[in-house]
């Protein structure tokens, strides 16, 4: 029987002083929470042991913590798959975003300060790493101590976060929709071509609808999405926005008038959404 360790450190860290510091990056994906949500990492292996750290953000003070020990990448057979996920549904007072890219991720030193230039603050963070994914989330608010719920500020921190990301690990250029323009090798599989678009929209109790939407990645989705829902007066309460790799797979609490879509309003949005996101294979649920 493989024996488990969990070490647990508390850190805290002044996004101001973040520049003095060398660049780093760090890691964490995301844990599904329904049944429309689900992300795919890479194989576990049982055997390998567990290591916890907690990490807590403080603007006042910054306090040097112990490196962190990562394989290096002759040792990995594949580049790791990529994954940001933005969460709005999980913390009422916080949005919480996710990042994980295999065991090369560090501290996230420097997209913590790109967060911090963006206007946000990070209230807290996590870091675990589980066999060789590391996980990072950050609990982030803007400066008025609201959660994020600007469409333009969300596609903002998740392009922010993949910029970072091709930036200080180019090699995750080949597994990004961003890499076929901005990356050192652009993904073998073609965006537009090889990923297929999945709409699926239901009733989630009589106030609201939830929709799922998996599709080709790229710059601007969620603004466009957005934009086609406010067009025909969907209301998003919440949402769960996900980038892993190519694809996007986000999730929308969504009502109209207070109440969930009706049959012909649910026809509409999923008919908007399926021409916009058209490609050479869509698929809608029943709703």
Partial sequence: MAITKAISISISISISSVAALPPTFASCPPTPNSNFYYSVLPPINLSTKRNVALMCASIDGVESFGSMSLKSLEENDSIPMPIVLIDQD??????????SFGDRLGALLDTMKAL????????????????????????????????????????GIRLTILNNLLKYHPESSERLALGEVFGITSPEEKVAVNIATHIHLKADGPRRSLLCIETADRPGLLLEMMKIMNDINVNVESAEIETEGLVAKDSFHVSYGGAALNSSLSQVLVNCLRYYLRTPETEDDSY
């Fill in 116 to 155: 911090k230039d963006l206007g946000l603050d990070v209230m807290k963070g996590t870091v675990t790493t589980e066999n060789s994914v590391k996980q990072t989330k950050f609990f982030i608010t803007r400066a008025s101590g609201r959660k994020v719920e600007d469409p333009d500020l969300l596609e």
């Fill in 90 to 99: 999980s913390d009422p007072e916080a949005t919480i975003v996710q990042v």
